[in-house]
C-alpha cells in the first residue's frame, strides 16, 4: 500500500513539475522576443550608434545618422502593406548588368607564385 501512495504521489509531482515547467517556459517565450514597436525613438538613436561602432570595429565606415536612416526604413517596411512577390519556385528575376566594370581580383595570369611561408622540411 505504501508503495501505490509514493508511486501516485512521484506522479503528480512530475505532472505538477511539467506543468510550472511548461508555463515559465511559454512566459518567456512570449514575453523575451523583442518586437520593432518595443522599440522607442531615443533607443533607436542608441541602437544606431551601437550598429555603427560595431561596423567600424570591422573595419566598415557607417555614419550613425546613416544606420538610423536605414532603421527608419525598415520600421516603415514592416508597417506597409505586403507587397506580392513572385511566386514560389519560380526563379529570380535576372540582375542588372554592372555600372561600372568589375575589378578582377588575385595577381594577374601567368604571375608567379611566392615561395610557401612556413617551416621547411624536416631533416
Not at 505532472?15 to 518567456?28: C, K, P, S
Not at 555614419?63 to 505586403?82: I, N
Amino acid at each position: 500500500m505504501l508503495t501505490a501512495m509514493i508511486d501516485q504521489t512521484s506522479l503528480w509531482l512530475f505532472v505538477v513539475g511539467f506543468a510550472l515547467g511548461a508555463a515559465v517556459v511559454g512566459v518567456l517565450l512570449w514575453r523575451l522576443p523583442r518586437r520593432e514597436d518595443d522599440v522607442s525613438l531615443p533607443e533607436r538613436s542608441v541602437e544606431a550608434a551601437w550598429i555603427a561602432g560595431t561596423i567600424e570595429q570591422h573595419g566598415g565606415s557607417a555614419p550613425g545618422s546613416f544606420v538610423e536612416e536605414v532603421l527608419d526604413l525598415h520600421a516603415a517596411y514592416l508597417q506597409a502593406p505586403l507587397v506580392p512577390g513572385p511566386p514560389r519556385g519560380a526563379a529570380p528575376p535576372p540582375l542588372p548588368p554592372p555600372t561600372r566594370p568589375i575589378a578582377p581580383t588575385g595577381p594577374p595570369a601567368g604571375t608567379p607564385m611566392p615561395p610557401p611561408v612556413g617551416p621547411g622540411p624536416r631533416p
